[in-house]
């Protein structure tokens, strides 16, 4: 089993729509859960952190995390072109490694 | 502006030749690391270190090693480059439970 999973892509989604995103993981003792977005050819950027149960929004994005179940994920709402990228989850404990999912791609459709 | 920076955007390399990647970050961070990244594979962790002169491996550290000198900078070394190596290669750094920071990536390509 791997450490972090994700929702397997490609997915597609129409612009103005919403884009659900999800990821499983199996170290029960994780602690800080991310997400992290990632334009072709360039490094990740953190969209959403998140360290407790329940929802965190931001804007057009909202985490939400369940520790009993073992899984975070990630709502972008009235999605746009620019959305489009690699989406990558992320866990870790205190001061130790940041394990990431293999990522799911979202293409935006005009 | 937090910054992470990496030394080189692109680097060609020939095989058996040894390779030095460094990273420096500005934000007085404890832990740093150095992934890399090949399609269908994600990101996979290579070293970490959570002080200075302190190391771990991480799930792929064979044919790499890492330097830690100060707090700042991290280095990681390819003993014997080998065409396998050809990646994209990321470094990281964050402080406790927050977020990790990257720098901009190193595309190395072995010949």
């Given amino acids: 089993q791997k450490e972090v999973e994700q929702n397997s892509g490609p997915l597609s989604v129409p612009e103005g729509a919403i884009a659900s995103l999800n990821c499983t993981y199996s170290d029960r003792g994780s602690q800080s859960f991310f997400w992290y977005r990632q334009y072709s050819g360039k490094s990740p950027e953190l969209i959403m952190s998140i360290y407790s149960n329940g929802d965190k929004e931001d804007g057009r994005f909202t985490a939400q995390l369940n520790k009993a179940s073992q899984y975070v994920s990630l709502l972008i709402r009235d999605s746009q072109p620019s959305d489009s990228a690699t989406y990558l989850c992320a866990v870790k404990r205190v001061n130790e490694k940041l394990t990431f999912g293999t990522g799911t791609r979202l293409t935006i459709i005009p | ?111």
Avoid at chain 2, 25 to 30: G, I, K, S, W
Avoid at chain 2, 34 to 56: A, C, H, N, T
Wanted: glycine share 8%; aromatic share 12%.
């Fill in chain 2, 1 to 111: 502006d937090v910054k992470v920076t990496q030394s080189s955007r692109y680097l060609v390399k020939r095989t058996g030749e040894k390779v030095f990647l460094e990273c420096v970050q500005d934000m007085d961070h404890e832990n740093m690391f150095w992934y890399r990244q090949d399609p269908g594979l994600g990101l996979r962790l290579i070293y970490f270190s959570y002080d200075v002169k302190m190391k771990e491996k991480g799930d792929i550290p064979e044919g790499y090693s890492v330097s830690r000198e100060k707090k700042e900078r991290f280095s990681l070394i390819l003993e014997s480059a080998s065409t396998n190596q050809t990646s994209m290669y990321l470094c990281a750094s964050d402080r406790g439970r927050t977020e990790a920071f990257f720098g901009q990536g190193t595309r190395l390509t072995v010949v």
